[in-house]
């Protein structure tokens, strides 16, 4: 039986214009496509968990528009629970601006709104009836919200899984109430104060192990299509990914997020749970969008079979 996945974060509408070239400042660029595409850090990891077979539940604001209407309802079609989606009368829903290039590199900027709204309160009536299971948060809701979240889930028995994006400086209190903290290699320098550049393995070695003093029990960078690298107390270990033609990058993270969270709520090992992640965040990447782009269970499968000579005996 699987155990629930709670995810506390944001619902964003995405703008996306595909181009062959992202812009630099100042600069104007052909696009070639545009569409609106549901997103948002926190449901593109709830649609991910819901979509994969898990028992999810969103919580959320969203405004009282059409958009807001619809990332419920995207969310709804992947079996994810929205009964803790707010509706907030005084803000729109949140939207993301979206360029992506040939080969599926990125530039994102989020506006808010509602998510904005999401309070310590609504964290604490979500949670008030959980007594296990995975909290899976991100950065793009206020930061009291996130730490309140932490906190609460910590003390309900939970598991907690913070995927700190976008980056943003963390209080030691927040670090020390994440069991698994999960940057991308941009994000694990900037929490170390290091300017953001591509690592290798080695490297990666380092900054988990620094990041691990912070507080939380276990890291796992994300390499992007290096796959991932898993530290805790007792060492690291590399774990790679599947070579596939990006088309997209967007919402590869929190594909992995929410595919993490449903390997580990069936009781798999992390050993087991990361190459089922890495097998779902790949496939993402070779489609335009985020939600749009998470995979089935039995397309993750087919590929983790594929994949299996990279999973640790
Ligand atoms: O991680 C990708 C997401 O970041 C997009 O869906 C966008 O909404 C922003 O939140």
Redo the contacts with the bound molecule.
């Keep these: 039986m699987s155990k629930p996945i709670v995810v506390i974060g ?1 619902l ?1 509408m ?1 703008f996306v214009v595909q181009m062959e070239k992202l812009p630099l400042r100042g600069e104007t660029v052909r696009g070639w496509a545009f569409q609106m595409l549901p ?3 926190g449901a ?1 990891q709830a649609c991910t968990a819901g979509r994969l077979g898990g028992c999810c539940r969103m919580v959320g604001c969203v405004g009282e528009d059409v958009f807001g209407e619809q990332l419920k309802s995207s969310l709804q079609s992947a079996g994810v629970d929205t009964g803790a989606v707010k509706t907030v009368r005084e803000e729109a829903t949140g939207v ?1 601006l ?1 360029n992506v290039e040939s080969g599926g590199q990125n530039q ?1 900027v ?1 506006a808010a709104g509602a998510n904005a709204r999401l309070s310590p309160v609504d964290v604490e009536s979500a949670l008030i009836m959980v007594q296990e299971g995975y909290l899976l948060t991100q950065l ?1 809701s206020p930061m009291e919200t996130v730490e309140a979240a932490a906190r609460l889930a910590r003390a309900r028995g939970m598991v907690t899984i913070l995927d700190p ?1 976008p980056a943003r400086p963390l209080s030691t209190s927040l670090l020390q109430n994440i069991d698994l903290l999960t940057p991308n290699e941009t994000e694990a320098l900037l929490l170390l104060g290091q300017r953001a550049s591509a690592v290798n393995l080695e490297e990666a070695r380092e900054i988990a192990s620094q990041l691990l003093k912070r507080g939380p029990r276990q890291i796992i960078v994300k390499l992007g299509e290096k796959g991932a690298w898993l530290a805790d107390w007792q060492g690291g270990r590399h774990f790679p990914a599947p070579k596939v033609t990006a088309v997209d990058t ?2 590869a ?2 594909t992995f997020n929410g595919a993490l969270a449903v390997g580990l709520a069936e009781g798999r090992s992390l050993d087991q749970a990361i190459p089922f992640a890495n097998c779902a965040a790949a496939i993402s990447v070779t489609r335009l969008g ?1 939600q749009a782009s998470i995979p089935s269970r039995h397309e993750v499968a087919a590929l983790l079979t594929q994949h299996a000579q990279f999973i640790p005996a």
């Design positions: 944001s964003n995405d997103g948002g850090k593109n993301a979206i994102i989020v793009e994006a967007t919402a993270g929190d985020a």
